[in-house]
């Protein structure tokens, strides 16, 4: 199982960004892929996922609205478009995955981020003028 995060960058307030995140070794038709952030300082915390099979997808309070999570099932990429972008988006962001645990159920609070057993390296998004 392999997760490869990339698109990270510096980017203006206000701008947008693209993160891409690869997945070999597993089928994304089976297992929900989740982006997490890390700030300098603080926990890493749950942005957005999108469930296996059904494709539903949820979002952190802080980027609802702002961020869309999408995926190429054919190409097994999962796309995070950051757009709206603000300071506080300045973080590094990983994509994870679990064989038991679903992502979403991290980015919806019932689990912690620790529960994810597959972690691509981050990417560092930096928001600022």
């Known amino acids: 199982v392999q997760l490869q995060a990339s698109g990270g960058g510096l980017a203006q307030p206000g701008g947008s960004l693209r993160l891409s995140c690869r997945a070999s070794?597993?089928?994304?038709?089976?297992?929900?892929i989740g982006w997490f952030r890390e700030a300098p300082g603080k926990e890493r915390e749950g942005v957005s996922c999108?469930?296996?099979?059904?494709?539903?997808?949820s979002y952190a309070d802080s980027v609802q609205g702002r961020f869309t999570i999408s995926r190429d099932r054919a190409k097994n990429l999962v796309y995070l478009q950051m757009n709206s972008l603000k300071p506080e988006d300045t973080a590094v962001y990983y994509c994870?995955?679990?064989?038991?645990?679903?992502?979403?159920?991290?980015?919806?609070?019932?689990?912690?981020?620790?529960?994810?057993?597959?972690w691509g390296r981050g990417t560092l998004v930096t928001v600022s003028s």
């Open positions: 994870a995955t679990d064989f038991e645990t679903d992502p979403c159920a991290v980015v919806r609070g019932m689990k912690r981020y620790y529960a994810m057993d597959y």
């Open positions: 070794g597993f089928d994304l038709d089976y297992h929900g």
């Open positions: 999108i469930s296996s099979s059904s494709g539903s997808t």
